[in-house]
């Protein structure tokens, strides 16, 4: 928790810009946690330095932004783009082998299920666009889906635990659970409605013949 204060006190002093140059930089390979600097611009936010709606905004441009960086990266420079010491360190080569198999069996599933994994984002995002499999406008959607339901829940996570440091960090390291599992209980409601769908429309083409 030493490291939230830390970003904490840095974002009180400069707000929204800083919040927004973090998340960025992120994107770019920056050693720091998305989700913590997520949840420390949340906490300023509770904290009555900045309005939480606003941040939430300024988090979704500062992820996106980042992102499609590191995807554009990829798409232009692609595999000379890994020379650059900032991705060597990130995405060696027996790393980047495995990503670009994921990504060929499961496409844009690994950029939607990356944006909620820390420590692979960066090497998928690249190798989304290294592969052109995906375009750029596909991606930037996966990847806004995915942001609109992580990016939320950090930001509001640190909003209403800004005076309980204690119990926000019970949160924050429950965070990842959370929000697999949402996303696990969004996949499920959406297979159940398409199985529905599916033999209701069975059961209407039955009757008719």
Not at 36 to 61: D, E, K, P, Q, W
Not at 92 to 103: A, D, I, L, T, W
């Amino acid at each position: 928790m030493d490291f939230l204060q830390t970003l904490v006190s840095f974002f009180m002093q400069f707000g929204y810009f800083a919040v927004f140059g973090i998340l960025i930089l992120c994107g770019f390979g920056l050693p720091v946690p998305e989700d913590i600097s997520l949840t420390a611009g949340g906490v300023i936010s509770g904290l009555g330095y900045t309005n939480v709606h606003i941040m939430f905004f300024v988090g979704m441009a500062g992820v996106l932004i980042g992102d499609s960086f590191v995807f554009w990266l990829g798409s232009h420079y692609g595999e000379r783009a890994l020379r650059l010491p900032i991705l060597n360190r990130v995405l060696h080569p027996e790393r980047f082998g495995k990503v670009q198999e994921q990504f060929k069996k499961y496409g844009p599933w690994v950029v939607f299920f990356g944006r909620f994994t820390p420590g692979l984002r960066m090497p998928i995002f690249f190798t989304a666009g290294s592969s052109k499999q995906i375009s750029f406008l596909r991606f930037f959607l996966t990847d806004g889906f995915a942001a609109a339901i992580s990016v939320p829940i950090w930001v509001y996570l640190g909003y209403y635990g800004a005076h309980n440091f204690d119990e926000l960090s019970v949160w924050i390291k429950n965070g990842q659970t959370i929000i697999f599992g949402l996303v696990g209980v969004g996949i499920l409601v959406g297979l159940t409605l398409w199985w529905r769908k599916r033999n209701s429309e069975k059961g209407k083409s039955s009757e008719q013949n």
